[in-house]
């Protein structure tokens, strides 16, 4: 019988495994909201422009293997913004023709600025420390996945109206370049994070302060920051 | 991994078998392990998200946590095995010392299964960069090195070296999952509940 103990360990163990992974299955929420179309376009042979890779000795990051669906319609000017899944980071997308404009930001350490050329309701964008985001968009609704300072994400968030969205800050403060952005959901709370030499290759940020969204301008190490919003519509911070 | 209890079945007739031949099945099946970890994490579409413990901030420092204690019993793994392999000098084995190696082993690896699941159903196996792909390898590797050591314990008649060996293996293999991880987390984001 003692001679048993191990395989009994084993089988507890992988007890435990099938069922947490039911747990999680069963509260994962359906990833098939409404206005999708049922065809899964897998965006792997999307041949992404890649930025001037920053010094460093990392390979280039792959494409975080987007499940991203393709919309009906596409619009020309669109600005999105919510929650990661998981709740762990926000991202807003700008769209304005055929630029986007993208941040993901935990209000902390883990933030990027994205780039890319939009078409087809699809852009992949690319940013700094290797960060790259894989979307479709259609009206009302944008999904996909972002990589930023080696933390996966997925989403599927709205489009916003102001005053929620994006908004950004630069200033220069004792020589170095500081840029702060914040993303702003519809009820009201907002993250920011701040990169404390924006010109660097590979950016590393903290905690922005808190953005007063009425005036738009927050206060940093005694300087005033003014923001502006980064708006597909109005074609602002493009 | 509920495969283990229809193959090891068929263990018995092997038993004639040599001492390094009794480690064929064992390490076919912890292979098939670590392929089916690997696979699954490949094809299944990464949710981003599963169940969060609470009173932690975050995923990432639940499984940073939990790593860290799956790590911190394997050093009272290596530290007990070296006690009853008599390789300490003036260190007899007490009685209790298989009872503490077996049950830190097991709450080690208890530890591990959440971390791991919330890995291969939240983030699946990825190749992003050199820490992940790293780190997405070993994971699996861990989970077959595992099995394998499981498998062999109550075979008798193998080789000296072989327990000691495939020990070395898990232990290494989760340090190095450690490194890749919560070492990574904490480093980066700092050491936070």
């Given at each position: 019988m003692k001679r048993n103990t191990p395989l009994i360990t084993l089988l507890t163990g992988a007890a435990l495994g099938v069922v947490l992974l039911i747990a999680s299955m069963l509260s994962t929420p359906s990833k098939a909201p409404a206005g999708y179309t049922a065809t899964a376009t897998p965006t792997a042979a999307a041949t992404a422009p890649s930025t001037p890779a920053p010094a460093s000795t990392v390979p280039s990051s792959a494409p975080p293997t987007p499940t991203t669906t393709a919309y009906a319609s596409a619009p020309a000017q669109a600005n999105y913004a919510g929650k990661v899944q998981g709740g762990g980071a926000s991202v807003a997308i700008s769209i304005h023709g055929s630029q986007a404009i993208a941040y993901v930001c935990n209000g902390s350490a883990v933030e990027a600025w994205l780039k890319g050329t939009a078409a087809d309701g699809k852009v992949v964008m690319t940013g700094k420390n290797h960060a790259r985001l894989t979307v479709a968009y259609g009206s009302g609704q944008v999904t996909g996945d972002v990589v930023a300072h080696d933390t996966h994400y997925s989403f599927a968030v709205n489009t916003v109206n102001k005053p929620s969205g994006l908004y950004e800050a630069t200033a220069v403060v004792r020589g170095a370049t500081i840029k702060a952005g914040w993303i702003v959901l519809p009820d009201g709370t907002q993250v920011g994070s701040l990169e404390s030499d924006a010109n660097s290759a590979a950016p590393s940020a903290i905690a922005a302060p808190v953005l007063d969204v009425a005036t738009g301008t927050a206060t940093f190490d005694g300087v005033v920051l003014h923001a502006i919003s980064v708006s597909g519509l109005s074609g602002s911070g493009f | 991994m509920t495969a283990q209890p229809g193959m090891s079945?068929?263990?018995?007739?092997?038993?004639?078998?040599s001492g390094a031949a009794k480690l064929v099945v064992p390490c076919l099946i912890g292979a098939l392990v670590a392929l089916t970890l690997g696979i699954y994490g490949r094809l299944h579409s990464p949710t981003g998200i599963a169940i969060n413990i609470a009173g932690f901030s975050s995923p990432g420092s639940v499984k940073s946590w939990l790593a860290t204690g799956a790590t911190v019993l394997a050093l009272v793994q290596v530290a007990s095995a070296l006690v009853m392999y008599g390789k300490v000098p003036r260190v007899s084995a007490p009685s209790w010392i298989g009872g503490l190696h077996r049950w830190s082993g097991r709450l080690a690896f208890l530890l591990a299964v959440p971390v791991a699941i919330h890995c291969l159903y939240a983030l699946g196996f990825q190749h992003y960069s050199t820490r992940v792909l790293i780190h997405s390898v070993f994971g699996c590797l861990f989970f077959g090195a595992f099995t394998v050591k499981m498998l062999i314990l109550p075979k008798r008649g193998l080789p000296g070296w072989v327990l000691p060996v495939v020990g070395a293996l898990v232990f290494t293999a989760l340090v190095v999952i450690w490194f890749t991880s919560a070492y990574w987390f904490f480093s980066t984001f700092g050491i936070k509940r």
């Open positions: - | 079945a068929s263990l018995p007739p092997d038993r004639a078998a």
